[in-house]
């Protein structure tokens, strides 16, 4: 896998989700994305050894899935293994909601590009 070397580290925590935004915000993880690629290579730092990918569903614009790995086909790939949902909420523009199947496990996944 070749991945460009521009990418935007977009940050991940965990909280409330309220009116005004996320209550009691704390950092889970982190989100890469790539110049030139359509979805986000995300690290939960629980989970040190797996890597998830969150792709936007193209049927359904503003919705995502959250996979369990990719799998590459010569010069291209796709995802496998669903294991989460994601959505931009209407009362939160800044986030991205990711819910996790199993677990029921809400995280949410800044839209902004961290500075580093």
Known sequence: MVLN??????????????????????PVGHALNFEGTE??????WEKPNDTFYVSRN??????YTVFSKRIEEGSSFRF????????VLDDLKTHLELVFSLSRTR???SLFPCQD
């Open 39 to 44: 979805y986000f290579i995300l690290k939960l």
């Open 107 to 109: 995280v949410y996944l």
């Open 5 to 26: 070397c521009v990418r935007a580290k977009h940050e991940v925590v965990s909280g409330k989700k309220a009116a005004e935004g996320l209550k009691y915000s704390r």
């Open 58 to 63: 193209q049927t359904h614009p503003g919705s």
């Open 80 to 87: 496998q293994n669903p294991v989460g949902r994601g959505s």
